[in-house]
């Protein structure tokens, strides 16, 4: 699954602004773009690579690859289904589980396997408790 191009992006968004406010669109974005691969280039000062959705939601239209989830949460208002992590290993992983050896499968696997990932952040994340 490719990124779209600005001129794709923008013509299948949504009119009106996905944030009702800087601070919540600044929220989401450092959970999400700010972590993802796709918006590194602009990171590096790459201007012209960087992710075209956010381009499309600064000029005021809600991208259509972003899927509401919580209208009502800060970082998890929606879920961007071009998300990658950057610590992500890529297409390769997760890989299925394997046959025992010496065993055959009941079926064929092939049209049951899900051809695309789901990019969700499902690492496990160190949480810090203050009493």
């Not at 956010?54 to 800060?74: C, D, F, H, S």
Request: proline share 13%; aromatic share 10%.
């Amino acid at each position: 699954m490719s990124l779209p191009t600005f001129e794709e992006a923008d013509a299948t968004a949504q009119e009106g602004s996905p944030f009702s406010n800087g601070t919540e669109g600044e929220c989401w974005m450092e959970n999400n773009c700010h972590r993802c691969v796709n918006d590194a280039p602009t990171r590096r000062d790459e201007w012209d690579k960087g992710c075209p959705l956010i381009m499309v939601a600064l000029l005021g239209k809600t991208p259509n690859a972003w899927m509401e989830r919580n209208p009502y949460g800060l970082y998890d208002r929606y879920s961007c289904i071009y998300f990658r992590d950057e610590d992500d290993p890529g297409p390769g992983e997760p890989t299925p589980i394997p046959d025992p050896p010496g065993q055959e499968g009941l079926f064929p696997r092939e049209p049951f396997e899900r051809p695309g990932r789901m990019y969700a952040d499902t690492r496990p994340r160190e949480v810090s408790v203050h009493g």
